[in-house]
């Protein structure tokens, strides 16, 4: 793709929701009957593949420009099932870099499970667990929403954890669902400290479309808890976010680090850079939603689109011996 050798010392981590990642075959044990062909979104295999091919087209570009190469590690919300995990990373933009996948299968009514895939030349996976979400609402109803996805493993030979999150969303109003993401701010603080009594100076990066932007209560209550490095904070203004509602850009895709990612220690990795990856290609190109993603549906109106996210990223960089 590119004449310039790639720096095998220099990655790019990744996140991206994918806008409802789903084949179209029926599965009973989860509500997916928006994505079958008799439904209204008249969802089928045309359509399908050309989401498969979006969306790894999508991510093959995350952080190219810079490095030329793809993301070593790139987390992934709302996706179905291993089955279109496979379609994905054999997809024509990604099969050559020959990354593997780890997903769970979660709770979440609509079957959306968060994933991480990690390129094998790069990343060496170690443990991997999902960390389930005892949700309720104020009446004491369990809200079945998605697991915490916990992997464990060498990038570039040096230990790190990722936590991959899709926080329950703000489909009630954000004032009836706050505690909801509070509640999940406070398991994934109880996580890193888990890590960091065996591993006092463990590298952890906490990834996820959080349903909250970098200020709100619950990313901050998580940031000072466990005094984390919150690079995307500058990154949200009036005219720049992950995603837009209402005409607002919104923030809620976030990556955060705990703060040895930004110390200089020979041989280890250092964060370097953070952005939103929203080049023109993913965007609307004309009419009143200009600039803003281009999505796979607007409702039940196909739009074949790549997702109604931006990815967000990080690069960090091996300091050399």
């Known amino acids: 793709m590119s004449p310039q050798t790639p720096n095998p010392d220099v990655h790019t981590i990744a996140f991206y929701n994918t806008e409802n990642l789903f084949d179209y075959v029926d599965d009973q044990f989860v509500n997916n009957n928006d994505f079958l062909g ?9 359509r399908y593949d050309n989401k498969i091919y979006k969306t790894g087209l999508v991510i093959s570009r995350i952080g190219f420009e810079e490095l030329q190469k793809p993301p070593s590690l790139i987390g992934l919300a709302e996706v179905e099932n291993d089955s279109v995990l496979t379609d994905l990373v054999q997809s024509p933009n990604l099969k050559e870099y020959g990354y593997g996948f780890v997903r769970y299968d979660s709770p979440d009514e609509r079957g959306i499970d968060v994933a991480l895939l990690y390129n ?22 369990k809200d079945y929403t998605r697991d915490i996805l916990k992997v464990s493993g060498y990038l570039n030979g040096e230990k790190i954890h990722v936590l991959v999150n899709h926080w329950p969303s703000r489909h009630e109003g954000s004032d009836t669902t706050g505690h909801k993401r509070m509640f999940a701010a406070q398991k994934v603080s109880a996580i890193i400290d888990q890590i960091l009594t065996t591993e006092r100076d463990a590298k952890i990066i906490i990834m996820g479309d959080f349903n909250d932007n970098p200020k709100n209560d619950s990313i901050q209550f998580l940031k000072n808890q466990q005094k984390l490095y919150t690079p ?46 929203d080049d023109k290609f993913l965007t609307q190109l004309n009419g009143k939603h200009k600039g803003q993603p281009f999505r796979t549906y607007a409702g039940k109106k196909y739009k074949g689109g790549y997702s109604d996210h931006f990815p967000v990223y990080i690069q960090v960089r091996k300091k050399a011996l």
């Not at 008799?38 to 045309?46: P, Q």
């Not at 850009?249 to 250092?270: A, C, R, Y």
Request: hydrophobic share 40%; proline share 1%; glycine share 6%.
């Open 38 to 46: 008799a439904s209204t979104k008249g969802w089928n295999k045309e």
């Open 120 to 141: 094998k030349d790069s990343f060496t996976l170690e443990h991997s667990e999902n960390i389930a979400l005892h949700v309720e609402s104020e009446l004491g109803v």
């Open 232 to 277: 995307m904070e500058t990154l949200l203004s009036y005219t720049r976010g992950s995603a837009n509602h209402n005409f607002k850009w919104i923030l809620f895709d976030q990556i955060l680090m705990t703060p040895n990612f930004l110390e200089s220690q020979k041989g280890n990795l250092k964060f370097f850079k953070a952005d939103i990856f």
